[in-house]
């Protein structure tokens, strides 16, 4: 069972409470580990016929730039006052700079900068004031309170639970948006999926016949949390290229067993063991650009980030686009091999490449990342937020499913007193409990 894309009244929320208990538990269950409902991959018979192109960076990276033009040209046809919601960011700060030059030859006249203010870690207020700098813009700036009235809204966003704490920031953002006048709003999200590279598609190049190479790019990656050279060896080379060879039984009991969380109930504790017993995972990425290309169109995540592109585009008022989840550029993306996007031995760095005459290098070649905490830390704890909060925790209709037990409420308090990161991890089943008392 899945849920109703918009289950948007009492009443639909309600039949989908009573029509199918036990498919909605499960539903439900896919939604607390996975953030979706449906775990399965979608259908498409969308596909890319084109081959693979050669390494050659400089080209590639050419390839990849004309791809974000275009995708950034479609994404604001039509449109003649956008705003990007933007930070200072890698992608959303390319985002906003692209959507400027590509304004100038179009029919859009005015564009915004709509940013989340607030600091911390990884604070990305000096790189977005560079960046507006050279510009030309002001950037218009939301404070996470300006978020709080959106809380209870974004609980339950376009009728379903929603799994993040940062959906009432994206409402304050869209909302002064359209407060402006914007009538397109442009977002970065998708950004990490498809741009990111993972260190273990390095394995390819061994399979390939590349193993000094790939032993090289391995030790020459520069990753935000460190690590020593043998630990790269270890887990972008050796590790992927011996899952291969571990019996099945051995990696799914390892699988389930990293997945299951003290705070589980019986009935999830027996999804996890379904889920994960039917998918061994993927060690090394698929090879061929129709293969990678399948595997983004079909996959759960991109779904439900369409999902709730049209429930915050319903919810605001504004038509939404996610430019880097457009399907041309994710045709130009699965022609690049996988190891590719490492490039310069950085996450994004054929990204960062293409994107080069957009922004500044400051920006550009930033290893750093903002951190959330510091704007969901105030979101939570404000004395309006604080008190609805406090009322799901004791999750009695999830533990009445036996989704979770009788420590869930403990552990969450433990756990986001020691950091307000956790309140990440335990979001979905928060809003899901809510949902299910709203019905």
Known sequence: MTLPAFA???????????????????????FLLLRTFDAEPSA???TVAETEWPPMLDEL??????????????????????AVLTGGGVDSGALLAMVVAKARGASVKHVEAVALHFGGPGDDRPHLSRLCGDLGLSPV?????????FFAQAL???GRPDPWPTTAFELALASRARDLGATRILAGFG????????????????????PVRAVREALALQLPEGGSGLAKLRDFLVAPLLADHVPHSLRRARRIRRQQQPWMGPAMLQFVGRHFSARPGRSIAPT??????????????????????EALERTIGVSRRNPYLDPELLRVLARIPPHCLLADGLQKGLFRRAIARWVPESLRLRRDKAWLEPAIETLVRHPTVAPQ??????????????????????????????????WVHFWPALSAEAWLRGA
């Open 389 to 422: 909060l406090e009322a799901l925790l004791d999750a009695r209709e999830l533990a009445a499913r036996g989704l979770v037990n009788s420590r869930f409420s403990h552990i969450v308090r433990y756990e986001t007193s020691r950091s307000a990161s956790a």
């Open 8 to 30: 948007a009244t009492a009443a639909e929320r309600q039949q989908a409470v009573t029509a199918d208990p036990n498919g909605l538990t499960g539903a439900l269950a896919a």
């Open 61 to 82: 990276a050419a390839h990849l730039a004309t791809g974000l033009e275009r995708a950034v040209s479609r994404a604001i046809e039509g449109a003649d006052h956008v």
């Open 288 to 309: 061929t650009p129709r293969a990678r290309y399948h595997e983004w169109v079909t996959s759960p995540w991109r779904r439900e980030l369409e999902l709730r592109r």
């Open 191 to 210: 950004g990490d999926h498809v741009f990111n590279g993972e260190g273990r598609d390095l394995a390819l190049l061994v399979k390939q016949g590349h």
């Open 156 to 158: 339950s966003l376009g």
């Open 44 to 46: 498409s018979e969308d």
């Open 141 to 149: 700036r939301v404070t996470p309170l300006e978020a709080v009235p």
